[in-house]
């Protein structure tokens, strides 16, 4: 199952497994293994390439048919984490957590919104001045 939903996902976001390979941080022939059904991803790798696919790992091993989680239980702090490491950010700075931790669903993904603008305006900014 997993070497199928592997392969799936991959063409379904037009990327070759080179390209995923780079993403995920292993070496294509390994990614290669993985949807041939030769190799398993360890627990590390199967996280990033769930979390790239924002898919639940019972779901790239076959366990559900769900993608996500059809749990309610929303964790800002952790979705908040996860837009900080999609972004590459290397530091945040939480003053006062308690106010991260009521923020909405609604209220992450506009924040998710805004830092990814923020952060593609700092790399043309850097582009520009290296040029």
Not at 21 to 41: D, L
Not at 47 to 66: E, H, S
Request: proline share 2%; aromatic share 8%; charged share 40%.
């Amino acid at each position: 199952m997993l070497k199928k939903r592997l392969a799936h996902l991959r063409k379904e976001k037009n990327l070759n497994q080179e390209e995923l390979a780079k993403i995920i941080g292993v070496a294509r022939t390994t990614y290669a293994m993985y949807e041939q059904g030769h190799r398993s991803p360890d627990y590390e790798t199967l996280n990033r390439i769930a979390d790239f696919y924002d898919v639940d790992a019972d779901f790239l091993l076959g366990r559900t048919d769900n993608p996500k989680s059809s749990s309610d239980d929303f964790d800002s702090l952790t979705e908040i984490k996860k837009i900080v490491d999609d972004l590459g950010v290397q530091d945040l700075f939480f003053n006062n957590i308690d106010d991260w931790k009521n923020l909405t669903p609604e209220d992450v993904e506009e924040l998710r919104q805004d830092m990814e603008y923020i952060m593609r305006k700092a790399r043309r900014r850097k582009e520009k001045e290296d040029k």
